[in-house]
């Protein structure tokens, strides 16, 4: 199992981890991800199949990021956890693979994490204007007013309307 080979070579970089039902999770801090993903290069983990994020607004490391691996020869797949804070950042994969551009890009649209030397970190689902990230538990279910471009005092304008 590939977190065999992570925990010989970098021992202290799994902090938590979980099986079910053959799927295998492992929880690392943001600056173990570099290494954690080298080592998966070798290794065979080579198709980054998505990234994605969890919001826990109750806890101080709001955020988890989700890396969804595949190794293409064994089929064994790896989904690593990176907790984050709120305004923290995490390091981009988008240099080493070139899916990771558009997912990292999705996750900060929706969720507002960022990605540290991302080469162009930007909306891309969500118009530039947009106020706040609809993906938080936090953003308001009416949407707020999402078409309010001038003018609004709150990042989502408590759901209040413009005369």
């Not at 173990?32 to 080579?46: K, N, W």
Request: proline share 7%.
């Amino acid at each position: 199992m590939i977190t065999e080979h992570i925990d010989a070579q970098l021992p202290d970089a799994i902090t938590d981890r979980h099986d079910f039902r053959g799927d295998q999770t492992i929880v690392i801090g943001p600056a173990s991800l570099l290494p954690v993903v080298d080592l998966l290069y070798r290794e065979g983990f080579q198709f980054l199949v998505d990234i994605t994020a969890v919001d826990w607004p109750e806890r101080e490391l709001r955020f988890d990021v989700v890396y969804h691996w595949l190794n293409l020869a064994s089929q064994e797949r790896l989904r690593i956890k990176v907790p984050v804070a709120d305004g923290a950042s995490v390091p981009t994969l988008a240099l080493q693979f070139k899916t990771a551009n558009w997912f990292e890009r999705e996750v900060f649209d929706l969720f507002g994490i960022t990605f540290a030397g991302h080469p162009d970190l930007r909306r891309l689902i969500m118009w530039q204007d947009f106020p706040g990230h609809p993906l938080r538990k936090d953003f308001p279910l009416d949407g707020g007013d999402a078409f309010c471009m001038e003018g609004c005092t709150a990042p989502y304008n408590n759901g209040e309307r413009r005369g």
